[in-house]
């Protein structure tokens, strides 16, 4: 049987919109945590970006830990990229 484009999607990978749903989350949110550095692209497909999803995982929990702590994302994104 043939691939289609959504049978393309490798082992792991995880989309924004996936992401959003996933962790409750806005897309929006996974969009700003996109731009401003926190959640790195592996790849895109078209218009489509796929994450590790283990990398978001982990992310999004130090993230969170971070923001209830009272972190901004400016500090948040020095913390986990080292910037």
Same mark, same amino acid.
């Given at each position: 049987?043939?691939?289609?484009?959504?049978?393309?999607?490798?082992?792991?990978?995880?989309?924004?919109?996936?992401?959003?749903? /996933?962790?409750?989350?806005?897309?929006? *949110?996974?969009?700003?945590?996109?731009?401003?550095? %926190?959640?790195?692209?592996?790849? !895109?497909?078209?218009?489509?970006?796929?994450?590790?999803?283990?990398?978001? /995982?982990?992310?999004?929990?130090?993230? *969170?830990?971070?923001?209830?702590?009272?972190?901004? %994302?400016?500090?948040?994104?020095? !913390?986990?990229?080292?910037?």
């Amino acid at each position: 049987m043939a691939n289609t484009s959504k049978n393309t999607k490798k082992e792991g990978m995880i989309s924004a919109k996936e992401i959003s749903t /996933k962790y409750s989350i806005s897309y929006q *949110t996974v969009n700003h945590y996109t731009d401003f550095g %926190l959640l790195p692209v592996v790849f !895109k497909e078209g218009n489509v970006r796929f994450y590790d999803d283990s990398q978001v /995982k982990e992310r999004l929990n130090i993230i *969170t830990k971070l923001a209830s702590e009272g972190y901004s %994302l400016r500090l948040i994104r020095r !913390k986990l990229l080292g910037v």
